[in-house]
């Protein structure tokens, strides 16, 4: 965290381009949010000292679904959010904003990068670990380069979603839940 404050203090100073961003809030501990739950693999709810709650949704990631109201839930997508869960139970998270990304998506959640308070950059993680996958939406984001070399780290490891057994492993869980079903 003291190298960031470090690099805000040091851009803020110095006036580096009004267009510069380091992140959408000051690096201090008071501007952290908290986080109130885990909606799914990529999408949290933070709150502030305020007691504002807003719902984030992570940029550049996709997570299997678990929420959707129209599909099933996907391979791996319970995984993702229990990652999540673990990585997010009890802490603080400070958040940046990709200006290229918009403030918010058609949801109505803010976009955004999540930081843990020892730097690392969630969204990164999830998909260096295979929770989850690069995703584009619209228009490239400033860590795509990083994030597509992240996934091709998992998959050439074989992590999470790229594994071979964990993807046989759904296929029959799916095919004894229908056998179940079928034969009562």
Same mark, same amino acid.
Do not use: C
């Given at each position: &965290?003291?190298?960031?404050? /470090?690099?805000?203090?040091?851009?803020?100073?110095?006036?580096?381009?009004?267009?510069? *961003?380091?992140?959408? *809030?000051?690096?201090?501990?008071?501007?952290?949010?908290?986080?109130?739950?885990?909606?799914?693999?990529?999408?949290?709810?933070?709150?502030?000292?305020?007691?504002?709650?807003?719902?984030?949704?992570?940029?550049?990631?996709?997570?299997?679904?678990?929420?959707?109201?129209?599909? /099933?839930?996907?391979?791996?997508?319970?995984?993702?959010?229990?990652? &999540?869960?673990?990585?997010?139970?009890?802490?603080?998270?400070?958040?940046?904003?990709?200006?290229?990304?918009?403030?918010?998506?058609?949801?109505?959640?803010?976009?955004?990068?999540?930081?843990?308070?020892?730097?690392?950059?969630?969204?990164?993680?999830?998909?260096?670990?295979?929770?989850?996958?690069?995703?584009?939406?619209? *228009?490239?984001?400033?860590?795509?380069?990083?994030?597509?070399? /992240?996934?091709?780290?998992?998959?050439?490891?074989?992590?999470?979603?790229?594994?071979?057994?964990?993807?046989? +492993?759904?296929? &029959? +869980? *799916?095919?004894? +839940?229908?056998?179940?079903?079928?034969?009562?």
């Amino acid at each position: &965290m003291g190298l960031l404050v /470090a690099l805000f203090t040091f851009v803020k100073f110095f006036k580096l381009g009004k267009d510069f *961003k380091v992140i959408s *809030k000051t690096i201090l501990p008071d501007d952290y949010y908290r986080v109130l739950y885990v909606n799914d693999g990529d999408t949290i709810v933070v709150g502030d000292d305020n007691k504002n709650e807003y719902k984030v949704r992570l940029i550049g990631v996709d997570t299997p679904e678990t929420v959707h109201p129209n599909k /099933a839930d996907e391979f791996f997508g319970d995984e993702a959010k229990t990652a &999540m869960q673990q990585k997010l139970e009890g802490v603080r998270v400070f958040l940046e904003r990709d200006v290229s990304q918009g403030e918010e998506d058609k949801y109505g959640r803010k976009l955004r990068y999540v930081y843990l308070d020892n730097g690392i950059n969630l969204n990164e993680w999830l998909v260096k670990n295979g929770f989850a996958y690069e995703y584009t939406y619209a *228009k490239p984001y400033r860590f795509l380069s990083i994030f597509k070399g /992240a996934e091709d780290i998992a998959r050439k490891n074989k992590r999470g979603l790229w594994s071979d057994t964990g993807y046989q +492993d759904h296929l &029959m +869980d *799916k095919f004894v +839940d229908l056998f179940l079903k079928v034969n009562g």
